[in-house]
């Protein structure tokens, strides 16, 4: 297509060459018949040159069209093959030793999924692999234990809030719609305040949010897309306190259904404005966020003839509700 479009051009170029040489050189007047005389070769000159200039011009076109798609070929291969390289390094970062280069490889890696937006489904699930790797919930007793501990909080915290930063509105590049897998991972310091979950799969299936104090598993103003297929099943939700303040289930239609406080993961708060630590080493099948911000029971504990419409898809497998 592209090679038809400068032929065209490239003929259109020619005609117009030759009409100036016309119109430059005078009509050439040749006679069909008889002796040919000076003149006549003067305007067959004329004419041929005009032939050459068009067909050269064509040649000129072809040949610089072709060499700036070659060129732009070759930079286009050599940006990617950057793109793969700087992956390649963060990759690395985040599987070094030290917690330094690994907060540092999230901070690249997260960087690079923003200006590769090809493959950014792919950087963010490095992330959040990254969440998934073992990791004592708890800190240890021994000092040097400790200390290796705390860094490595630290450093996980950081790939977390890099996640939620990209999740809310006003982000340089939105994360909003990916698919988000923290199954079996070990949170703290969850603070989706304000996150926008518009589509996708996010799974929190048996996450465990150990927060080490107050207000550290936060889902205050988040928006719930119907578009998004949001999983709690088997979270397990230790200490802290959990808190889905103003939280919104946005339906299809667009009406919006505003959450109260959650403050526990096993029974509905009575107040908006504030919230109330968890319950040690609860587990939960599942969250969702009606707009009487309740909680579902665990599966022995729920009737089917009292199971209400969840708009987020929540549902555990082994729930008495279907």
Not at 6 to 13: P, R
Not at 44 to 61: D, E, N, R, W, Y
Request: hydrophobic fraction near 45%; aromatic fraction near 8%.
């Amino acid at each position: 297509m592209h090679i038809v479009v400068v032929l065209v051009l490239a003929v259109a170029a020619a005609l117009t060459v030759l009409g100036l040489l016309w119109l430059m050189l005078g009509e050439p007047r040749v006679q069909v018949s008889g002796p040919l005389k000076p003149g006549d070769t003067y305007d067959a000159i004329k004419i041929a040159l005009a032939v050459v200039a068009g067909v050269g011009g064509v040649v000129a076109l072809v040949v610089a069209y072709r060499r700036q798609h070659l060129n732009e070929a070759t930079d286009l291969r050599e940006y990617g093959k950057a793109l793969i390289e700087r992956f390649g390094a963060a990759a690395e970062q985040l599987g070094a030793d030290q917690p330094a280069v690994r907060m540092a490889g999230a901070y690249a890696m997260a960087r690079l999924a923003d200006e590769w937006p090809q493959e950014r489904q792919m950087c963010i699930d490095v992330l959040c692999g990254y969440l998934r790797m073992p990791h004592a919930p708890d800190p240890p007793t021994d000092d040097q234990a400790l200390a290796s501990w705390q860094r490595e909080r630290e450093v996980r915290v950081t790939v977390l809030g890099l996640i939620a930063a990209h999740l809310r509105n006003g982000a340089p590049a939105s994360w909003q719609g990916y698919d988000l897998d923290f199954t079996g991972a070990v949170l703290d310091e969850a603070d989706f305040r304000g996150a926008r979950f518009t589509g996708g799969d996010v799974l929190f299936v048996k996450t465990l949010f150990a927060g080490h104090g107050t207000d550290q598993i936060i889902f205050d103003e988040a928006d719930f897309a119907e578009g998004a297929h949001v999983y709690f099943r088997l979270a397990e939700f230790r200490s802290g306190t959990v808190r889905f303040n103003r939280s919104e289930t946005l339906p299809s239609q667009g009406a919006k259904s505003r959450s109260r406080a959650l403050s526990s993961p096993m029974a509905p708060s009575t107040s908006p404005a504030r919230s109330s630590p968890a319950p040690q080493s609860t587990l939960v099948n599942t969250i969702s966020l009606p707009s009487t911000a309740r909680h579902r029971q665990p599966a022995s504990a729920v009737a089917p003839s009292t199971c209400p419409k969840w708009p987020i898809s929540a549902t555990p497998r082994d729930s008495a509700c279907r």
